[in-house]
């Protein structure tokens, strides 16, 4: 499941709508009362949100600066968001995360937050936020 | 960038889950240094990825290669491991021979093949049973 975040090119004339502050990983922690576990940069931009468990799935739908929410907490969770380009990671459920997996993220650079919510909740939550506000039918969110 | 071929071999051990995926982020960011546009890097990165992970869950050892020439970005990967018996029915999505330990890792669910292919301009895969795989996987620069 993902969803797209990113701002039209070119926002048909009839939107009226003023620019959306961009969304950004402190935003979307808002949005869903995730804990920082470590982030250097609260002012990232989010392009988008992915959940999925399956990261080969991750592979193919996430696009660069997709938010991954997953509830498997292993260090192919951190690789996967480095290969793929991710703006970080939300594990759901409040899950465990390993030492190894914090000390891959610390070096990778890999934003990772924990949210005790439900898989399904955080990604309900981020969909309202990435695409809420009438957004579109394709996913993206209003001009 | 010279015309001269770059090359770079990393071993990788068959079910060393601590350590898979270390090559292909080693591989995208020697990619990223020597300036290569980031969808390039992204699409060799996957394909990569998703060739080692295969290597670490099904095979014994194995070795991926980066060459960069003017043209093209190549990943060769030999393996000595089970060999794949019909490549035809392992390039269709969701076929899978992976363990619940290996879908644990969040990979086998028969998206790997077929991922690469998406993310490469040529692939090539050789197989002998009970002997190891090898694929050759081409990104164009232009």
Known sequence: MS???RTSPAPP???????????????VRLAIGADIVWCPDLTAPVTGVV????????????????????????????????????????????????????????????????????????????????????????????? | MTDAEFVRAYDVAGADFTNAGRASTSIKETLKNMGFASTLVRRVAIAAYEAEMNLVMYARRGTMTLKVTPDDVTIDVRDEGPGIPDIALAM???????????????????????????NTDALAISSEVQRGTHLVMRVHVS
């Not at chain 1, 004339?13 to 935003?27: E, I, Q, R, Y």
């Not at chain 1, 468990?53 to 969770?77: E, H, I, K």
């Not at chain 2, 992976?98 to 292919?117: D, H, S, V, Y």
Request: aromatic share 6%.
């Open chain 1, 51 to 143: 959940a999925a468990d399956l990261m080969s799935d991750v592979l193919v739908d996430a696009r660069p600066g997709y938010l991954l929410v997953t509830g498997l907490a292993n260090v192919q969770v951190i690789r996967t968001a480095t290969i793929a380009d991710l703006a970080g990671v939300v594990f759901a459920r409040g899950k465990t995360i390993p030492p190894d997996v914090l000390a891959l993220a610390r070096e990778a650079r890999v934003p990772v937050f924990r949210c005790q919510r439900s898989l399904f909740e955080t990604a309900g939550r981020l969909y309202a936020v990435v695409n809420g506000r009438a957004g579109n039918a394709d996913g993206r969110p209003p001009a």
């Open chain 2, 92 to 118: 269709q999505e969701g076929y899978t021979t992976a363990t619940p330990e290996m879908r644990e890792m969040g990979f086998g669910a028969g998206m790997g093949l077929p991922n690469i292919q998406r």
């Open chain 1, 3 to 5: 969803t797209d975040a």
């Open chain 1, 13 to 27: 004339a009839c939107a009226g709508n003023a620019a959306t502050p961009a969304t950004t990983l402190g935003s």
